[in-house]
């Protein structure tokens, strides 16, 4: 299978406690992207890569969260001090530069903080 | 700011009726429009685009949208619903900036009974 692959699947953690999920775009698209979603909303925009730099951040994304793509390749999204409003469904999305426009998403990654 | 609107959140049909989801978006300048469509148990897919040229657009599975600029609408559209297209439909816009970021809406849940 090659596409957006995600890591894990799902994820229980106590409040308070780090967590990270990864994900693995598909291998010729430099563009990568992190959204939530939540019960009853469609996702919203997290952050966006192009290559390894982070081009924009939402004001979704506090400072407890970090996401990186070091080498251009997979990324990382780190949520530190887990809080219960943190939990939701975290998508990853990877495109090509040369623009349909089209985002192919992974499956996500669930988490639920208790 | 950018949003998108789904008018409906859940609809019910019987299978071979016709289907007809709204989507309005706000923004005035130049958008591409999508519906991705979410089965059960999957990640999201893409239907449909619409970048330029004939506001009519087909999609797969015998979907089309319908682009109306002075409403500023992409509305869902097919003739004969089926049990398989039970799922959930998001409508989404990209405003450009060259990278792709769509701006999701809320998205309707449909449920087709046999």
């Known amino acids: 299978d090659t596409g957006v692959s995600q890591d894990p699947r799902h994820k229980i953690t106590k409040r308070g406690q780090n967590v990270t999920f990864r994900c693995d775009p598909i291998?010729?698209?430099?563009?990568l992207y992190w959204y939530r979603q939540t019960l009853g909303q469609g996702p919203e925009f997290l952050t966006y890569?192009?290559?390894?730099?982070?081009?924009?951040k939402s004001r979704l994304l506090s400072d407890r969260f970090s996401a990186e793509r070091p080498k251009g390749s997979f990324s990382t999204l780190e949520i530190q001090r887990t809080e219960q409003g943190d939990s939701a469904m975290y998508l990853c999305?990877?495109?090509?530069?040369?623009?349909?426009?089209?985002?192919?998403f992974g499956e996500g990654s669930r988490l639920t903080v208790l | 700011a950018q949003s998108v609107s789904q008018h409906n959140h859940h609809v019910i049909l019987s299978e071979a009726a016709s289907l007809e989801l709204g989507c309005n978006y706000s923004?005035?300048?130049?958008?591409?429009l999508f519906w991705y469509v979410q089965y059960p148990g999957q990640h999201l897919q893409l239907l449909l685009k619409?970048?330029?040229?004939?506001?009519l657009v087909k999609g797969i599975k015998g979907f089309e949208a319908e682009f109306i600029k002075s409403k500023f609408s992409f509305n869902l559209r097919k003739p004969s619903v089926q049990w398989s297209d039970t799922a959930e439909y998001f409508c989404?816009?990209?405003?450009?900036?060259?990278?792709?970021?769509?701006?999701f809406g809320a998205g309707t849940r449909l449920a087709v009974h046999p």
């Open positions: 291998s010729e698209h430099n563009r």
């Open positions: 999305a990877s495109s090509s530069e040369l623009g349909s426009g089209e985002l192919f």
């Open positions: 619409y970048f330029s040229g004939d506001p």
């Open positions: 989404a816009v990209n405003l450009g900036g060259g990278y792709n970021k769509l701006i």
């Open positions: 890569f192009q290559n390894e730099a982070q081009l924009e």
């Open positions: 923004y005035g300048g130049t958008v591409n």
